[in-house]
């Protein structure tokens, strides 16, 4: 279920009992363009055809059109996106080449300012892909450039920068990880995209041997805090000198007042599938939760499973067999209790 399904749902099956403000939220990941939709519908959502994940089948990526201030929304997730694959993940080969096609075209429509919510991407290719889709060129030794997919960065021998973007590229990410290392976008992330150990070792060879490149031949080091998000695209993006990072929390949360509902609240209410310690640490339930705390709030933890029980309630859908009514029908009685 999205974000935007759980809120929804919840403000449904709550209302009559108590005064609802849905707000569904997001951290740069799956459901980013919804939840701001959700909260400004004045703004024109859009539908692009470009390269989806796998190099020669393409995806409708829907994606945010601000006519007023010229500002476009786009979601790396709705174009290179993990979900796209249906569960027939293939880390060596994913590539992020389509979202750099929908900058383009968020560039042709008029756009001077973008914002691009970063996670749950099937790729780790440093975001060579979507700039080779701008015009950059990354040949091998042969002069042959290298194929879509982290699996070919290895061949990388030069770095011919493209035209420089007509626009700032703000990315929007709560992930602090950086490109290289034990922590970085390889042996932490790859996984989830499907790679075994031999390819997230083979992965990192090929993200280090970008890295040595772009600081050789641009003289930028390119592995730092956040740049190890969405497979490093935020590494990659580093090399135009027209991006910069921020915040995918605080973005949705901003254009959404989030601050100024909780103020209104005696109980907030937040969950994810798996609220566990992780949670705490920049994924946008933890952030929730916080901010509720420190505004004295009593906060609620609706979720699949709970590791880390963190609410002064704590409803576990696993607990009524996957029942969301039942577990709905629980946290009303819980929360007469407050």
């Not at 007042?257 to 933890?286: C, F, H, I």
Request: charged content about 20%; proline content about 4%; glycine content about 14%.
């Amino acid at each position: 279920m999205t974000a935007r399904d759980v809120a929804l749902k919840l403000a449904t099956a709550l209302y009559g009992n108590f005064q609802i403000q849905a707000m569904p939220l997001s951290d740069g990941g799956d459901g980013f363009i919804d939840c701001i939709h959700f909260q400004i519908q004045e703004l024109k959502l859009m539908q692009s055809e470009v390269c989806g994940p796998i190099y020669g089948s393409n995806v409708q990526a829907k994606w945010l059109w601000d006519v007023s201030n010229k500002i476009a929304y786009l979601e790396a997730a709705q174009v290179c996106g993990i979900a796209l694959l249906g569960g027939h993940l293939r880390p060596m080969e994913a590539t992020s080449f389509g979202l750099g096609q929908l900058i383009q075209v968020a560039i042709l429509q008029g756009a001077e300012d973008i914002y691009i919510g970063l996670g749950g991407t099937a790729s780790t290719d440093g975001g060579v892909g979507a700039l080779q889709a701008l015009g950059w060129r990354f040949p091998d030794q042969s002069n042959r450039e290298v194929g879509p997919g982290g699996g070919n960065l290895i061949g990388i021998h030069r770095i011919l920068p493209g035209p420089a973007l007509p626009v700032h590229l703000n990315l929007m990410t709560d992930v602090a990880n950086n490109l290289l290392g034990d922590l970085g976008a390889s042996p932490v992330f790859a996984p989830q995209k499907g790679a075994n150990p031999t390819q997230v070792f083979e992965l990192e060879k090929g993200l280090s041997n970008l890295w040595l490149h772009a600081y050789k031949i641009l003289k930028l080091n390119i592995d730092f805090p956040g740049s190890g998000a969405a497979g490093g695209i935020p590494a990659g993006f580093g090399m135009t000198g027209n991006a910069s990072l921020g915040s995918g929390f605080e973005l949705v949360a901003d254009l959404g007042d989030l601050e100024m509902k909780m103020d209104w609240s005696d109980v907030v209410v937040t969950g994810e599938g798996n609220y566990d310690r992780q949670s705490s640490m920049g994924k946008a339930p933890g952030s929730i939760v916080k901010m509720a705390r420190s505004k004295g709030k009593k906060v609620a933890i609706f979720a699949g499973r709970i590791e880390d029980r963190a609410g002064d309630i704590n409803i576990e859908l696993g607990q009524f067999g996957g029942d969301f009514d039942r577990a709905c029908e629980a946290l009303r009685m819980e929360l007469h209790k407050l």
